[in-house]
């Protein structure tokens, strides 16, 4: 059978932001997410960190010497972390993941009952689902592939790796964090090329940001680079303050 189809009048629809390819845009992310906070992290807080011991009126070199502290140990915190979330997010889904296998060596016919509903609560004919879910389920390994999926929503063979998670918040945060430091570490000795520096980061990382969120890329730019200098603000201010009273 031929069919004529309408060509869409292209210039009434409003511009979908989905590529031309025709896939969506990765809801998840992807890395450019977790990178681009990570390094988003790292500048704020370091930024911060600097402008506070700016704030106390320090030299140059307790400045640098704060900035490669802050780096290393927020690098460090920040791989630590994420190591352990998901490292121990691994760990309860490989338990649940054997004990999926235990119950389908154990009782493979409340089990295959259990797809087979499954499918039929997702529209399938009964009939039609119990066979989809025999067919689905001959071979052991498939079988476990399909029930992980389906019940715990992840893919056995495609588990995160708590190494490669924890060496790219180390990698994404020091990035970020080397971003304030570095015109001190070519020898600028006040705070202004930290400072243009850093907001420039933030709104460039705000920017970036906004490619895998719905948001205008200047007005996610803008908020970022607002946020990050608000905190750096209030730790200058701090600085400051307290900078008279300590040392
Ligand atoms: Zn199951």
């Not at 067919?135 to 063979?157: C, F, K, M, W, Y």
Request: proline share 6%; charged share 15%; hydrophobic share 45%.
């Amino acid at each position: 059978m031929t069919a004529t189809i309408a060509q869409p009048e292209l210039d009434e629809q409003p511009k979908p932001r989905i590529p031309a390819d025709g896939h969506h845009r990765d809801v998840n992310g992807g890395w450019l997410r977790p990178a681009v906070f990570g390094a988003m992290d790292g500048l704020v807080s370091n930024f911060a960190l600097m402008t506070g011991v700016v704030g106390g009126a320090v030299s140059s070199s307790t400045v640098v010497l704060t900035g490669l502290a802050g780096l290393a140990a927020g690098a460090c915190s920040m791989a630590a972390g994420e190591y352990t979330s998901v490292a121990s997010q691994r760990e309860l889904v490989e338990a649940e993941i054997e004990a999926e296998r235990l119950e389908l060596s154990r009782n493979p016919h409340g089990e295959l009952a259990e797809l087979t509903q499954l499918y039929v609560s997702r529209g399938v004919e009964p009939e039609l689902a119990r066979e989809v879910a025999r067919q689905l389920s001959t071979d052991p390994d498939q079988t476990l592939e399909i029930h992980a999926r389906e019940e715990l929503g992840v893919d056995p063979h495609d588990l995160p790796s708590p190494l490669v998670a924890a060496g790219s918040s180390f990698l994404c945060f020091a990035l970020g964090a080397l971003l304030p430091l570095l015109p001190y570490l070519l020898g600028a000795t006040s705070l202004v090329p930290a400072l243009v520096l850093s907001l420039l980061g933030l709104f460039l990382c705000g920017a970036v940001v906004a490619r895998v969120t719905a948001r205008s890329w200047w007005f996610s730019g803008v908020r970022q680079l607002l946020l990050g200098a608000v905190a750096a603000g209030v730790t200058y201010l701090l600085g400051a303050l307290i900078g008279g009273h300590v040392g």
